[in-house]
């Protein structure tokens, strides 16, 4: 029965999802920022309104932003990138130092003008005529909101299907959150399908490794998963380039009725993945624990019932056909060979 409780539930639930859907959100694209300059600025005794010469007298952007400084101030100023003189600097003979990235020449009261910032860094600038003036511009890069490959191809397909070489295994890939950052928990998510029934082949082994920078951070060889799949853990403290590579993959077991049996070593049964992560902005350093997942031993099972059960029975019953053929054959003669 859908009673009022539920109702609620529901409407409150939604509106979580909205939260957090609009919060995920937040699409990196160019944005236009305004310094203003107020008035008063050209007055370094600052017995005016003005209490920064550049509001605000710092500004975080991202690559390809455009800063718009607007002069709101009775004398024309500059926006010069170099270092100014200080608060009071300028009454010795320290009027600043041009650096000559940017220089927007003097611009008059009313009047604006715009420099758009094309790389990562920080940018400090002040004004020429009136040299206490200081400003700066922290540019920062890019964080998508979207997968990336480790060539900074956007991933359009998400979880990625790769199918192996040998057309036996499709390996479907993931990974949550889906903009890897450093110093932030990353699960590496897969699961592997038959190729022929595209069924989910719940007796696997395989070999995983995870390649950071071109240097193996993490290997586990012979792992087991009974689920179809499983997770890796991991934590990046550097950013860059990430590859996450399946070798010697096997599996074993029935799928959608059919038996199957993926156990020879196949060099064609690998799959590589790679992805990238990003500078954090906002963390230098983690606290979050890695947590493996636990392995399922089922893969082995079967297998040590095919391979050393059915021999070990079919021994056992030679050795007893033999001893009834050959009651009396003393146990000398067995063993004195001329070699
Ligand atoms: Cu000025």
Redesign the pocket.
Known sequence: MVNQYTWIGIIVGLFFIFLASSLLNNQAYAEEKVVLIPFG??NPELNTPAEVWYDPPEISIQVGDTITWKNDDR?G??VTSGKGSGRFGWMGDDFGTPEGLFDSGRFMPGDSWSYTFENTGSFSYF?V??PW?EGLVQVEAIIPDYPHDASGKKIEQFPILQITPDNSVEVNFSWDPKVIKTHEKVKFIYRFYDTVNDLPLRKLQYDISIIHNGKEVYRDEQTVSGAGGDYREWIFEEPGQVIIKFRNIKAFGTVGGMEIKLTEESVGRIADFSTIVYENPEKTQTTEKIVQPKETLQFYYEIAVAIIAAPAILLLAIILIMKRKKPSMPTSERSDSPI
């Open positions: 600025a050209y004398e100023h500059t004004c005529i009136h003036m």
